[in-house]
Protein backbone atom coordinates (compact mmCIF):
# COMPACT_ATOMS: atom_id res chain seq x y z
CA UNK A 1 0.00 0.00 0.00
CA UNK A 2 2.76 2.42 0.97
CA UNK A 3 4.60 2.52 -2.56
CA UNK A 4 1.41 2.99 -4.38
CA UNK A 5 0.42 6.14 -2.10
CA UNK A 6 4.14 6.95 -2.77
CA UNK A 7 3.76 6.34 -6.43
CA UNK A 8 0.60 8.54 -6.71
CA UNK A 9 1.99 11.70 -4.84
CA UNK A 10 5.01 11.41 -7.46
CA UNK A 11 3.11 11.54 -10.29
CA UNK A 12 1.16 14.69 -8.52
CA UNK A 13 4.13 16.46 -8.26
CA UNK A 14 5.35 15.89 -11.80
CA UNK A 15 1.47 16.62 -12.77
CA UNK A 16 1.63 20.05 -10.37
CA UNK A 17 5.09 21.04 -11.33
CA UNK A 18 4.13 21.03 -15.23
CA UNK A 19 0.83 22.64 -15.07
CA UNK A 20 2.09 25.27 -12.70
CA UNK A 21 4.68 26.00 -15.26
CA UNK A 22 2.88 25.58 -18.80
CA UNK A 23 -0.45 27.29 -17.04
CA UNK A 24 -2.97 24.60 -18.12
CA UNK A 25 -4.03 20.81 -17.65
CA UNK A 26 -4.15 20.50 -21.67
CA UNK A 27 -0.49 21.81 -21.94
CA UNK A 28 0.87 20.02 -19.23
CA UNK A 29 -1.21 16.90 -20.83
CA UNK A 30 0.61 16.94 -23.69
CA UNK A 31 4.17 17.31 -22.28
CA UNK A 32 3.78 14.69 -20.91
CA UNK A 33 2.09 12.76 -23.18
CA UNK A 34 -1.52 11.78 -20.76
CA UNK A 35 -5.21 13.31 -20.39
CA UNK A 36 -5.79 16.17 -19.50
CA UNK A 37 -8.01 14.42 -16.98
CA UNK A 38 -5.21 12.27 -15.62
CA UNK A 39 -3.70 15.76 -15.04
CA UNK A 40 -6.60 17.26 -13.42
CA UNK A 41 -7.00 14.14 -11.11
CA UNK A 42 -3.48 13.63 -9.79
CA UNK A 43 -3.45 17.05 -9.24
CA UNK A 44 -6.53 16.75 -7.04
CA UNK A 45 -5.18 13.50 -5.22
CA UNK A 46 -2.03 15.65 -4.44
CA UNK A 47 -4.20 18.55 -2.62
CA UNK A 48 -6.41 16.40 -0.97
CA UNK A 49 -3.20 14.58 0.48
CA UNK A 50 -1.23 18.28 1.31
CA UNK A 51 -4.81 19.84 2.94
CA UNK A 52 -4.44 22.73 0.67
CA UNK A 53 -5.39 24.69 -2.80
CA UNK A 54 -2.48 24.63 -5.25
CA UNK A 55 -4.33 26.22 -8.05
CA UNK A 56 -6.69 28.94 -8.61
CA UNK A 57 -8.79 27.57 -11.25
CA UNK A 58 -11.37 29.34 -13.84
CA UNK A 59 -13.00 28.52 -16.90
CA UNK A 60 -10.14 30.36 -19.13
CA UNK A 61 -7.73 30.31 -16.62
CA UNK A 62 -5.02 28.06 -14.22
CA UNK A 63 -3.14 30.20 -11.32
CA UNK A 64 -0.97 28.88 -8.63
CA UNK A 65 -2.11 29.64 -5.50
CA UNK A 66 0.20 31.40 -2.34
CA UNK A 67 0.31 27.96 -0.98
CA UNK A 68 1.45 26.50 -4.83
CA UNK A 69 4.09 28.82 -5.51
CA UNK A 70 5.94 28.32 -2.57
CA UNK A 71 5.61 24.66 -3.15
CA UNK A 72 6.09 24.77 -7.08
CA UNK A 73 9.59 25.51 -6.89
CA UNK A 74 10.57 22.52 -4.93
CA UNK A 75 7.96 20.23 -7.46
CA UNK A 76 10.28 22.04 -10.62
CA UNK A 77 13.54 20.56 -8.85
CA UNK A 78 11.88 17.13 -8.87
CA UNK A 79 10.41 17.56 -12.72
CA UNK A 80 14.24 18.78 -13.63
CA UNK A 81 15.75 15.31 -11.94
CA UNK A 82 13.23 13.60 -14.12
CA UNK A 83 14.37 15.05 -17.15
CA UNK A 84 17.85 14.61 -16.73
CA UNK A 85 17.83 11.21 -15.47
CA UNK A 86 15.51 10.50 -18.99
CA UNK A 87 18.17 12.50 -20.96
CA UNK A 88 21.65 10.44 -18.90
CA UNK A 89 19.76 7.34 -20.17
CA UNK A 90 19.68 9.02 -23.81
CA UNK A 91 22.97 9.95 -23.77
CA UNK A 92 24.61 6.69 -22.60
CA UNK A 93 22.59 4.79 -25.94
CA UNK A 94 24.08 7.69 -28.02
CA UNK A 95 26.93 7.04 -29.71
CA UNK A 96 29.93 9.42 -29.09
CA UNK A 97 30.62 11.92 -31.67
CA UNK A 98 31.58 15.68 -32.09
CA UNK A 99 35.09 17.24 -30.98
CA UNK A 100 36.47 16.13 -27.69
CA UNK A 101 38.88 18.87 -26.12
CA UNK A 102 40.99 17.35 -23.76
CA UNK A 103 43.48 18.99 -21.56
CA UNK A 104 46.63 17.34 -19.80
CA UNK A 105 50.32 18.14 -18.77
CA UNK A 106 53.17 17.22 -21.23
CA UNK A 107 53.91 14.05 -19.30
CA UNK A 108 50.83 12.17 -19.04
CA UNK A 109 49.70 13.60 -22.59
CA UNK A 110 53.08 11.94 -24.25
CA UNK A 111 53.12 8.85 -22.24
CA UNK A 112 49.68 8.00 -21.63
CA UNK A 113 46.91 10.07 -23.59
CA UNK A 114 48.46 10.57 -26.98
CA UNK A 115 49.23 6.74 -27.19
CA UNK A 116 45.79 5.62 -26.82
CA UNK A 117 44.19 8.18 -28.59
CA UNK A 118 44.43 5.80 -32.31
CA UNK A 119 42.64 2.98 -30.62
CA UNK A 120 40.28 4.83 -29.00
CA UNK A 121 38.98 6.33 -32.12
CA UNK A 122 39.35 3.07 -33.72
CA UNK A 123 36.43 2.78 -31.31
CA UNK A 124 34.25 5.56 -31.74
CA UNK A 125 35.30 7.46 -35.04
CA UNK A 126 33.19 9.95 -35.31
CA UNK A 127 34.93 11.82 -32.38
CA UNK A 128 37.68 14.20 -33.41
CA UNK A 129 40.13 14.81 -30.32
CA UNK A 130 41.89 17.75 -29.70
CA UNK A 131 44.48 17.49 -27.39
CA UNK A 132 46.05 20.78 -25.21
CA UNK A 133 49.17 19.91 -23.82
CA UNK A 134 50.44 22.25 -21.06
CA UNK A 135 52.08 22.39 -17.57
CA UNK A 136 50.11 25.72 -16.94
CA UNK A 137 46.63 25.27 -15.41
CA UNK A 138 44.22 25.50 -18.23
CA UNK A 139 40.43 27.20 -17.23
CA UNK A 140 38.20 24.24 -18.55
CA UNK A 141 35.23 26.05 -18.66
CA UNK A 142 36.58 29.49 -20.34
CA UNK A 143 38.42 27.99 -22.51
CA UNK A 144 36.01 25.23 -23.74
CA UNK A 145 37.43 22.38 -22.52
CA UNK A 146 35.68 18.99 -22.37
CA UNK A 147 37.70 17.00 -19.88
CA UNK A 148 41.45 16.93 -18.42
CA UNK A 149 44.12 15.35 -16.70
CA UNK A 150 45.66 16.89 -13.49
CA UNK A 151 47.95 16.11 -11.40
CA UNK A 152 48.13 17.78 -7.92
CA UNK A 153 45.32 19.22 -5.76
CA UNK A 154 42.06 20.04 -6.95
CA UNK A 155 41.24 23.84 -6.11
CA UNK A 156 37.82 23.98 -9.12
CA UNK A 157 35.09 23.08 -7.24
CA UNK A 158 33.02 23.92 -10.16
CA UNK A 159 34.26 20.79 -11.74
CA UNK A 160 33.16 17.26 -11.49
CA UNK A 161 36.62 14.50 -10.75
CA UNK A 162 37.08 11.32 -10.72
CA UNK A 163 40.31 9.92 -9.04
CA UNK A 164 42.94 7.78 -10.78
CA UNK A 165 44.76 4.84 -10.00
CA UNK A 166 47.87 5.73 -8.36
CA UNK A 167 51.51 6.12 -9.61
CA UNK A 168 55.13 5.80 -8.38
CA UNK A 169 57.59 8.93 -8.22
CA UNK A 170 61.21 6.80 -8.45
CA UNK A 171 64.71 7.33 -9.19
CA UNK A 172 65.85 5.67 -12.67
CA UNK A 173 69.45 5.86 -14.26
CA UNK A 174 71.11 4.20 -17.41
CA UNK A 175 73.00 0.97 -17.53
CA UNK A 176 75.85 2.81 -18.45
CA UNK A 177 75.77 4.82 -15.90
CA UNK A 178 75.35 2.49 -12.97
CA UNK A 179 77.79 0.55 -14.89
CA UNK A 180 80.30 3.34 -14.36
CA UNK A 181 79.75 5.05 -10.82
CA UNK A 182 77.57 2.09 -9.44
CA UNK A 183 74.09 1.97 -7.89
CA UNK A 184 73.39 4.17 -4.88
CA UNK A 185 71.67 1.79 -1.91
CA UNK A 186 70.47 4.78 0.30
CA UNK A 187 69.07 8.46 -1.10
CA UNK A 188 71.99 10.52 1.32
CA UNK A 189 74.10 8.94 -1.22
CA UNK A 190 72.63 10.77 -3.75
CA UNK A 191 75.31 13.12 -2.90
CA UNK A 192 77.87 11.13 -4.50
CA UNK A 193 76.29 11.13 -8.11
CA UNK A 194 75.42 13.33 -10.91
CA UNK A 195 71.93 14.21 -10.71
CA UNK A 196 69.30 15.56 -13.55
CA UNK A 197 66.81 17.32 -11.89
CA UNK A 198 63.50 19.66 -12.84
CA UNK A 199 62.62 23.26 -12.27
CA UNK A 200 58.76 23.93 -12.35
CA UNK A 201 58.37 26.79 -15.52
CA UNK A 202 55.01 28.02 -13.87
CA UNK A 203 57.11 28.78 -10.28
CA UNK A 204 60.56 28.76 -10.92
CA UNK A 205 60.74 25.85 -8.09
CA UNK A 206 63.24 23.24 -8.50
CA UNK A 207 61.58 19.39 -7.66
CA UNK A 208 62.41 18.09 -4.34
CA UNK A 209 62.82 14.54 -4.67
CA UNK A 210 60.42 12.83 -2.55
CA UNK A 211 61.46 9.24 -0.58
CA UNK A 212 59.75 6.81 2.47
CA UNK A 213 62.25 6.13 4.63
CA UNK A 214 61.45 3.84 7.80
CA UNK A 215 57.51 5.59 8.43
CA UNK A 216 58.24 8.65 7.24
CA UNK A 217 58.27 10.82 4.06
CA UNK A 218 61.25 12.60 3.29
CA UNK A 219 62.28 15.36 0.54
CA UNK A 220 65.77 15.90 -1.11
CA UNK A 221 66.70 18.98 -2.73
CA UNK A 222 69.50 17.46 -4.51
CA UNK A 223 72.46 19.46 -5.87
CA UNK A 224 72.34 18.60 -9.55
CA UNK A 225 74.56 19.35 -12.31
CA UNK A 226 71.83 19.50 -14.92
CA UNK A 227 68.36 21.01 -14.09
CA UNK A 228 65.70 21.30 -16.80
CA UNK A 229 62.49 22.69 -17.52
CA UNK A 230 61.17 20.15 -18.98
CA UNK A 231 60.03 16.41 -17.68
CA UNK A 232 60.78 15.04 -21.10
CA UNK A 233 64.44 16.85 -21.18
CA UNK A 234 65.08 14.84 -17.32
CA UNK A 235 64.01 11.02 -19.08
CA UNK A 236 65.98 12.16 -22.42
CA UNK A 237 69.19 13.30 -20.33
CA UNK A 238 68.94 10.57 -17.88
CA UNK A 239 68.26 7.75 -20.53
CA UNK A 240 71.59 9.08 -22.34
CA UNK A 241 73.96 8.66 -19.20
CA UNK A 242 74.06 12.05 -17.60
CA UNK A 243 73.24 10.70 -14.15
CA UNK A 244 69.92 9.72 -12.01
CA UNK A 245 66.73 11.47 -12.07
CA UNK A 246 63.36 11.39 -10.71
CA UNK A 247 60.59 10.22 -12.66
CA UNK A 248 56.98 9.33 -12.56
CA UNK A 249 56.50 5.39 -13.54
CA UNK A 250 54.28 6.06 -16.13
CA UNK A 251 56.59 7.93 -17.60
CA UNK A 252 59.84 5.71 -17.33
CA UNK A 253 57.66 2.55 -17.41
CA UNK A 254 58.03 1.84 -21.53
CA UNK A 255 62.07 3.00 -21.48
CA UNK A 256 62.73 0.35 -18.63
CA UNK A 257 60.46 -2.58 -20.89
CA UNK A 258 63.20 -1.59 -23.86
CA UNK A 259 66.35 -1.14 -21.62
CA UNK A 260 67.29 1.73 -21.46
CA UNK A 261 66.43 3.22 -17.40
CA UNK A 262 66.88 0.93 -14.67
CA UNK A 263 64.67 1.75 -11.73
CA UNK A 264 67.00 2.97 -8.72
CA UNK A 265 66.59 2.89 -5.08
CA UNK A 266 63.36 1.44 -5.77
CA UNK A 267 62.60 0.60 -1.87
CA UNK A 268 62.41 4.51 -0.89
CA UNK A 269 59.86 4.64 -3.92
CA UNK A 270 56.68 6.75 -2.68
CA UNK A 271 53.25 6.17 -4.12
CA UNK A 272 51.30 9.71 -5.31
CA UNK A 273 47.46 9.11 -5.52
CA UNK A 274 46.92 12.90 -7.48
CA UNK A 275 46.01 12.19 -10.75
CA UNK A 276 42.73 13.50 -11.03
CA UNK A 277 40.16 13.81 -14.44
CA UNK A 278 37.93 16.42 -14.32
CA UNK A 279 35.28 17.68 -17.02
CA UNK A 280 32.31 20.59 -16.12
CA UNK A 281 29.02 19.73 -15.34
CA UNK A 282 27.49 20.79 -18.72
CA UNK A 283 29.77 17.97 -20.21
CA UNK A 284 28.11 15.14 -17.56
CA UNK A 285 26.14 13.39 -20.07
CA UNK A 286 28.66 13.98 -22.86
CA UNK A 287 28.76 10.65 -24.93
CA UNK A 288 32.25 11.10 -25.81
CA UNK A 289 33.03 12.56 -22.39
CA UNK A 290 32.04 9.50 -20.89
CA UNK A 291 33.42 7.24 -23.50
CA UNK A 292 37.21 8.67 -22.66
CA UNK A 293 36.32 8.61 -18.95
CA UNK A 294 35.97 4.85 -19.08
CA UNK A 295 39.20 5.09 -21.01
CA UNK A 296 41.41 6.82 -18.78
CA UNK A 297 40.31 4.56 -15.79
CA UNK A 298 41.69 1.47 -18.18
CA UNK A 299 44.72 3.54 -19.11
CA UNK A 300 45.56 4.43 -15.40
Known sequence: MKEQIGFERLTGLIAFAKAGSLGSYTAAARALSVSPS???KSV???EQRLGVSLFMRTTRSLA????????HERALRLLRDAEEIEQV???ARAEPAGTLRIATSLPIGLHVIAPALGPF??????VTIDLRLSDHMVDLIEDGVDLAVRIGDLADTRLLSRRLSPHRLCCYASPAYLAERGSPQHPDEL?????VNL?????GQLFRWPFHTGDRDIEILPSSGIIVDASEAVIASVAAGAGIGMLTSFMAAPRVERGELIPVLSDFAVERHNITAVWPESRRTNPAVRAFLKELVRLF
Open 38 to 40: AIS
Open 64 to 71: LTAEGRDL
Open 121 to 126: RQLHPK
Open 191 to 195: EAHET
Open 89 to 91: AKS
Open 199 to 203: RYQNT
Open 44 to 46: QRL
